[in-house]
């Protein structure tokens, strides 16, 4: 008999091996038709997958997120064999799940354009109500090569060569005419896919953008109802409305330009002041946490990126002053990330296992040459500005330290207000990784993902787990954090290393007198300040909290009679560290108070005649609405309680 542990801890046995989906039948037809993939031992795997040995199952439905993938990867496949219909002469390059939905990238002779769309939601339609069934096979290499020469797919003839040194072997799936060299897994058939939507088409690029080649993406979304396409395409319609890259730009809080570059944005003063305002709290808070602030070079020599590794694993994510591979001449890069500098600091003379815990922090202005596709507003950039951390440490003290980096991360996540909504993933090395990502040995990197998860479990962390998202020299934890159309980046990161520290020489004379090397953690407080401003406008919808809005409190007087008041309310204010302006234009009190909500001020003070004479002002709140008249003292106490408890 096999074994089957469910989610819920029954054991379900069957005699003989057979497919996952005839098991998912067994337990229940309902299940069946709402099941889009398994998870076999804690692994997503296609309903096809034959089981013939004891194992944890678990059915996966749209709910989930392997089944929501699952089912979008198979709507991209419908969508391609659509586009195949209609354009045979398209050549298929790649087409995966996103996080709310899919896309794919075609060769074509001319870019699709909105009307194609139309066009091949239509087809779309028709094979899904064909219902027609999904076929895995497998092929060794050289006849999945034969294959798809012979069907002209020149893109998936690249992706068969870049795996066929594993000497594994290729899966694919058909569907009607239509086969794709594909890993999989996917829905039985295309037949519940039926709520969808194509939403854009754009252009994109097979390898670097300045080398590669051009092609045409499509991205659409697609759900099991159409209630639940509904809802989503209402919410995609308000989480335009919160794009910090629309509104940021609206508010002025950053622009760009062309003959600067791409992913170089520049801060306007109301962008520069929301981050002067962060980096100067956080510099702050680490200087109470027994943080030593440095400060370092932007760039370095060729040499010194050779000793720290990253020339040999970062290069094509830095940007280079020189010719990197003419030794003869001096060639020196922008730094991708602060490390190796702050090392210096613990080089600068001997050190004894007294001066660890050594905690390096640096208000940092990092470099780093993304893809052109991958630009988006403040979000991903080339050039950014980030809290970046370097503890120096016994191994005794690892598990302390690194507490005690979780716990500064969310509560200064937490006091901007994204901490609510971030997820934490446990980012591992792969030692199947066939491009030599990483240094060090199994034997180091398990002992050091051992210490990770130990304290990780020890603390409570709800966590997944990220296959190949390790640094090259460590496993690390990311923090991380939707935009409004659901894609993911990472806020904040801590790693743990213990492979660099030899690289540098970094040794300390312990106890007993040896000289012994350190651990070292990586981390960010708070993250790249871009980024973080990026993602609270979009959370606040551009309303920043008091503390750390550029212009606080507006005072409209009604008439110019009531100006001189409003200035001497203003002045009060400002010596109390108050953003304050005074909008003293000779106009009605309609338009400063419409100026004055679209611009998202959290204060505005409308003083008349009444006010003038009473020593009150009439206060509209973002938050609160309109309040009633108070005493200016009164608003002065509000206003610094409520900066003071830096309330969101």
């Known amino acids: 008999m096999i074994k089957l542990t469910l989610k819920d801890g029954s054991v379900r046995e069957i005699e003989n091996a057979m497919p996952a989906s005839e098991i998912v039948k067994g337990i229940g037809m309902g299940l069946y038709k709402a099941a889009c993939c398994v998870k076999i031992n804690d692994e997503v795997k296609d309903l096809r997958t034959v089981i013939d040995s004891d194992c944890e199952f678990e059915v996966m439905t749209f709910d989930s997120k ?60 028709k094979l899904a109500k064909e219902g027609c069934p999904l076929e895995r096979f ?55 896919v039926k709520a969808f939507k194509l939403l854009s088409c754009t252009g994109a690029y097979w390898g670097k953008a300045d080398e590669g080649r051009q092609l045409s993406r499509i991205y659409g979304t697609a759900f099991p109802k159409a209630s639940l396409l509904e809802a989503h395409l209402k919410a995609m319609e308000e989480a335009k409305l919160r794009d910090h890259n629309k509104l940021g730009r609206e508010l002025e809080y950053f622009t760009t330009v062309d003959t600067i570059g791409q992913g170089l944005p520049v801060l306007l003063p109301k962008g520069a002041r929301v981050v002067q305002l962060l980096q100067r709290w956080v510099e702050d808070v680490e200087q109470s946490k027994g943080c030593l602030l440095t400060k370092t070079p932007l760039f370095a020599k060729r040499e010194f990126y050779k000793i720290s590794g990253h020339w040999d694993h970062y290069l094509d994510g830095m940007f280079i002053l020189g010719d990197p591979y003419d030794e003869e001449k001096e060639c020196f890069a922008l730094r991708p990330m602060t490390c190796p500098f702050q090392y210096q600091v613990f080089l600068n003379k001997p050190r004894s296992y007294r001066d660890l815990p050594m905690r390096l922090t640096e208000t940092s202005t990092l470099f780093r040459n993304e893809d052109s596709g991958e630009m988006h507003g403040l979000i991903r950039v080339r050039q950014f500005t980030i809290s970046e951390g370097h503890y120096i440490l016994r191994p005794d003290q690892l598990e302390d330290e ?43 990197w398990e002992e050091a993902q051992a210490a990770m998860k130990k304290i990780l479990d020890d603390l409570g962390v709800d966590y997944d787990i990220g296959i190949d998202e390790a640094a090259f020299y460590g496993p690390k934890l990311d923090i991380q954090y939707k935009n409004v ?63 750390l809005a550029p212009e606080q409190v507006r005072l409209m007087p009604i008439t110019a009679a009531q100006n001189d008041y409003a200035r001497s309310i203003a002045e009060k204010l400002t010596n109390l560290g108050m953003r304050v302006t005074v909008d003293d234009r000779d106009v009605n009190i309609g338009p400063k108070i419409k100026n004055g909500r679209l611009e998202r001020i959290p204060y505005m003070l409308i003083i008349g005649e009444k006010e003038a004479e009473s020593g009150t002002v009439t206060v509209r709140s973002r938050k609160e609405g309109e309040l009633p008249d108070m005493p200016v003292s009164d608003l002065i106490n509000k206003l610094v309680e409520e900066v003071a408890t830096k309330a969101k």
């Not at 699709?112 to 779309?124: G, Q, T, V």
């Not at 690249?158 to 290729?170: N, V, Y």
């Open 402 to 444: 690194f507490s005690g980096c979780l716990e500064l991360a969310k509560y200064m996540l937490d006091t901007v207000g994204l901490l609510q909504d971030c997820t934490f993933r446990f980012s591992q090395w792969d030692p199947a990784n066939p491009n030599n990502k990483y240094e060090g040995t199994k034997e180091q």
């Open 138 to 192: 497998e092929l060794p290499a050289d006849e999945a090569v034969k294959l798809m020469e012979e069907r002209g797919e020149t893109y998936k003839v690249e992706l068969i060569h870049k795996h066929d040194d594993r000497g594994e072997a290729l899966s694919f799936y058909k569907q009607g005419d239509f086969v794709d060299l594909c890993a999989g897994p996917h829905l039985m058939s295309v037949a519940p």
């Open 485 to 547: 159309y659901g894609k993911e980046d990472t806020l904040v990161t801590i790693q743990i290393d213990m492979l660099l520290a030899q690289r540098f020489g970094m040794y300390y004379v312990d106890k007993d007198g040896q000289k012994k090397l350190p651990y070292i953690i990586h981390r960010t407080s708070l993250g790249c300040y871009e980024r973080t401003l990026a993602y609270m406008i979009e959370h606040f919808a551009g309303v920043l909290p008091l503390w």
């Open 66 to 125: 392997a089944g929501a993938e699952t089912f979008r990867h198979t709507a991209a496949h419908l969508m391609a064999q659509a586009v195949k219909n209609l354009y045979p002469e398209a050549k298929l390059a790649r087409g995966p799940a996103t996080e709310t939905g899919f896309y794919y990238d075609f060769e074509v002779a001319k870019p699709f354009s909105p009307e194609d769309l139309k066009k091949i939601e239509a087809e779309m339609k």
